[in-house]
């Protein structure tokens, strides 16, 4: 016969009640996120997440949404009309911009070219507030060459745009880059076209807190 004593029934449940805490734990940092989007806000933290996690923090809750898809979708369109290369992303929360490798590189140099900081600043000027937005940033290659020497070129070229940010950025600005050599083709590496529109480094325009913020208090206001 199978005792049926309130210890026996506590431990027989024991793993599904911490696991609910733990449920509950996490449940609660993540609403302890939504209602403070500063909290958590910290580059070391945003190093060590991969692409795709970094481009989904921080969380814009529904109430924030709205206003920061309408600033955002301006923000964009204002930059396509300067003649960059825009999309969105996130259902409009996020903005990238692309910009060839071959606009602000020689070919297969590793040093910016001298029309680099003409193609740049103006994406950086957005940045003045670093609580506004975060950026993240992706090198990409074509496929000419060996694995090896794309990603090798990715992190050398890498290396010359974050020395450059850090000379024309605020210094609180979250910035995270990422190499991505060859690894991550928008079009067959089969042509010169191909080859042209894979050769890009992509810049990722994310609501930072002071963002989520305003938007959460109806006072988020576009001025370019």
Known sequence: MINRS???CIMK???TLILCSITMLFAGIRAMAKDDPYKGYDETVYMDMELEENLRTPVVGKTE?????KYMNRLGNDLAKKGYTVDMMRDDEVVLVTIPSDDIFLPNDTLLSPKAPAKLSPVIALLSDPMMMKMVYAVHTDNTGSQTY???LSHERNNSIYDWLLDNINEDLIVIPYELGDTDPVMPNDSRTGRHE???VEFFLIPGPKM???ARKGELKYIL
């Open 6 to 8: 309130p210890k026996n």
């Open 198 to 200: 894979n050769r890009r």
């Open 65 to 69: 949404h709205a206003a920061i898809k």
């Open 150 to 152: 794309n990603m090798r």
């Open 13 to 15: 449940h024991l793993p």
């Open 212 to 214: 989520i913020t305003l």
